[in-house]
């Protein structure tokens, strides 16, 4: 396997990374926090997780919240469109019914990855620049209205129980206030910070995904539009449905990892998604069987920085 080859077995998992082989809560700093206060930077490694306030500006926001109702053919004003079937199943079949957009590369996609802002508080977390944006897609979570889980459910996107472990990091852009209504991104940072010893104390045939957390307190994380989570693979996590009676929790994928620049293939693959508008082949993402990034955009303009995020030019 190659130094940033995406983990794909024993499931489809989020991109992690053998770049770097310290644990990202264990680094030491080598370059000077760009976006990051040295109160965030304790708090990401404690706790797991942070919010860089407004790392995408209003206007920017804004206009992909538009563009993900025209692409979701829904009405922001009447409720009755909200609720449509889902267009294609999914494999990963707890991914049904989660509000998924099918949406990878239209320029408006593009412009919230390559903001300078969003690029500074990867290079913070990892301690590097030479970094690859993943190529994922937006969320869009009308309020509950079928019987379920009442608060979700917690799990990992990463095998816990490999070792080493997975280093890796996930990250949402708030498109829309995320509050204990609208529901949103909920952790368990306790089981976090005291990994190692939780471990010790469960039976061998553990669930490695879905932990029992028994007697851990589940933080409920609010953020406004333009917020940027960005937490550790290792976090226990999960979101919390919407409540609200007529709000839409709306947000998209924005995540980085070590670039992989040898690697031939994968930089052609992720090229190939970009020039084609077509998803990234795995089993998380579907594709929209409408194809309707093909009919109605073109190959998103790409500033110096997005060149180098995608693997189209060299850092």
């Not at 500074?120 to 994922?136: H, K, P, Q």
């Not at 940027?228 to 839409?248: C, E, M, Q, W």
Request: contains cysteine.
């Amino acid at each position: 396997m190659n130094a940033t080859q995406t983990l794909t077995k024993p499931r489809d998992s989020h991109p992690t990374t053998r770049a770097v082989t310290t644990q990202l809560k264990d680094i030491r700093k080598t370059l000077p926090l760009r976006v990051l206060s040295p109160a965030d930077w304790r708090h990401w490694t404690e706790n797991g997780y942070v919010i860089v306030r407004q790392a995408v500006p209003a206007g920017k926001v804004e206009r992909l919240v538009d563009l993900l109702w025209k692409f979701d053919e829904k009405d922001p004003n009447d409720p009755s469109t909200w609720y449509a079937p889902q267009r294609r199943e999914h494999k990963m079949t707890e991914l049904n019914n989660t509000g998924m957009l099918e949406i990878y590369n239209h320029q408006y996609l593009w412009d919230t990855r390559q903001e300078p802002r969003v690029h500074d508080a990867f290079v913070d977390i990892w301690d590097r620049e030479d970094l690859w944006v993943a190529i994922d897609r937006a969320n869009l979570n009308p309020p509950k209205r079928t019987p379920g889980r009442a608060n979700g459910f917690i799990h990992w996107d990463a095998d816990t129980s490999l070792d080493p472990l997975p280093i890796g990091v996930q990250g949402v852009l708030s498109l829309k206030k995320q509050d204990g209504d609208v529901g949103g991104f909920q952790c368990v940072p306790e089981l976090f910070r005291t990994f190692k010893d939780w471990v010790k104390t469960q039976p061998a045939d553990r669930d490695p995904m879905h932990p029992d957390v028994t007697g851990f307190d589940i933080v409920n994380v609010e953020m406004e539009a333009g917020d940027l989570l960005i937490f550790n693979t290792l976090l226990a996590h999960g979101v919390r449905p919407n409540h609200s009676k007529d709000r839409v929790r709306m947000a998209q994928y924005i995540s980085m990892f070590p670039a992989d620049q040898d690697n031939a293939a994968e930089r052609e693959a992720r090229v190939a998604c970009w020039r084609d508008l077509e998803p990234p082949v795995r089993d998380a993402f579907p594709g929209d069987p409408r194809e309707w990034e093909k009919r109605h955009a073109t190959p998103a303009r790409l500033t110096p920085l997005g060149e180098r995020l995608l693997g189209l030019a060299d850092w």
